[in-house]
């Protein structure tokens, strides 16, 4: 086998994992890239998922993605045709939704044997999020353990792992996920304790590879190796127990077996490739966003200022795509809208009438110099309307009373 297996955490289509993408597909060759709409194919916003998902490709990663309609399983004619297009494919792409429903589309349509063929002949294969699950021997059906309290049980997977890699394994991703606040939901939902539920009733032989959100393991058939990429870990867990490969690290197919101890994971520099540099997150682009945002009002940098909020703003676009969830993106909104009030505030105090701001101040002295006037000291009398002159503030002595006003030269 000359291709390569990529699994995703989560990410798919965020800045994350655009390096990724682009070194991944590059490495397949020139030809047709297929986006698979199975996953997610049951979602009322399913265009809507395709368009962002084509979108993201073709303007981040530079590769034009041709959709595959497969939201129902085929037969006949539009079965022979999709299976054609899949093996003739040089990369194959699938991401969210839900792997109980893929594999319910895909089951006994010749659809593993056709994505065995693309990576068998070089091309690139990448399954992120809910169809990296279905990629292991078992899978997790999550929805329906998470959402409607199903008990904890394994579904068969396709077993594509095993027969590109010939490793047994279940694959979790979104493994480091924590959004339950109140709950654990990392190892895809699960928690720890329904994990290790279902641990023990892994088939023979098979044990769990955890790959965390915006993070890719990188599989490569031809030289066996696995190289883990982006923001987090891949963990291999045997019975609870856990052995993490960080970002960078290079091991072959066989480590990716091993329990705790047997074999110690190595980074091998020389032939891994660099961890794509990347954002964490789009809450850490926000927070970096109003910390820069922050530096420039303070230094009366109305340049660094608008910058900071553009650069957001940017941010919020490139995130949008992202099919993962969470809370970043009001987080986000959030702080640009704060940003650009306070901004508005600031650019009000600079609009205001110079007039207004230090008119208190004009007015004592001028109540100086009336005084003076009244002392018949005209020496200081003048002294303070000539050094008002020389401010920009011209004094006017008229029958109602003393006037004054800003000299136009310090208006401008």
């Not at 990724?20 to 265009?47: C, I, K, M, W």
């Not at 077996?257 to 660099?274: C, F, M, N, Q, Y």
């Not at 000291?377 to 006017?396: H, P």
């Not at 800003?406 to 401008?412: H, Q």
């Amino acid at each position: 086998m000359t291709g390569r297996l990529v699994v995703m955490g989560s990410g798919e289509t965020a800045p994350t994992m655009v390096e990724v993408h682009r070194t991944t597909l590059a490495a397949a060759g020139a030809g047709t890239s297929l986006l698979l709409d199975t996953p997610y194919g049951f979602q009322e916003n399913a265009d809507d998922i395709t368009r962002k998902a084509v979108a993201y490709f073709g303007s981040s990663v530079g590769r034009s993605l041709t959709p595959v309609a497969w939201r129902q399983r085929l037969a006949g004619g539009d079965l022979d045709r999709a299976l054609t297009a899949v093996r003739g494919a040089r990369s194959v792409f699938a991401g969210p939704g839900s792997p109980t429903y893929a594999l319910q589309v895909w089951e006994g349509s010749g659809f593993d044997d056709a994505v065995h063929a693309t990576a068998h002949g070089g091309g690139t294969v990448t399954f992120a999020s809910a169809a990296a699950l279905t990629l292991g021997v078992v899978s997790v059906p999550v929805y329906e353990i998470y959402k409607c309290g199903h008990a904890p049980a394994w579904v068969p997977g396709l077993n594509l792992l095993e027969r590109l890699t010939g490793l047994r394994a279940a694959v979790v991703p979104h493994y480091d996920n924590s959004e339950g606040g109140s709950h654990s939901t990392a190892f895809c939902y699960l928690g720890e304790r329904r994990l290790a539920l279902l641990e023990q009733s892994l088939p023979e032989g098979a044990h769990v590879i955890g790959v965390d959100e915006h993070t890719a393991l990188v599989l490569d058939l031809a030289t066996r190796t696995a190289t883990v990429l982006g923001n987090g870990a891949v963990t291999v867990r045997h019975d609870g127990a856990s052995r993490v490969l960080a970002a960078g690290t290079q091991v072959p197919f066989e480590e990716l077996a091993a329990r705790e101890g047997s074999t110690r994971a190595h980074v091998d520099l020389a032939r891994s490739p660099e961890p794509a540099p990347a954002t964490s997150s789009l809450r850490q682009d926000a927070d970096d966003a109003r910390a820069a945002f922050d530096l420039a009002l303070a230094a009366s940098d109305a340049d660094a200022a608008a910058e900071a909020v553009l650069r957001l703003e940017q941010a919020i676009t490139e995130w949008n795509a992202d099919s993962l969830q969470s809370s970043d993106g009001d987080h986000a909104r959030r702080t640009l809208r704060g940003m650009m009030v306070e901004l508005a505030l600031a650019a009000r105090e600079g609009l205001a009438d110079p007039a207004e701001r230090i008119a208190p101040l004009v007015e004592a002295l001028l109540s100086v110099r009336v005084k003076a006037r009244q002392d018949k000291d005209f020496a200081t009398s003048d002294r303070v309307r000539d050094q008002l002159a020389e401010a920009g503030v011209e004094v006017r002595d008229a029958a109602e009373g003393v006037q004054w006003v800003l000299a136009p030269r310090t208006r401008g």
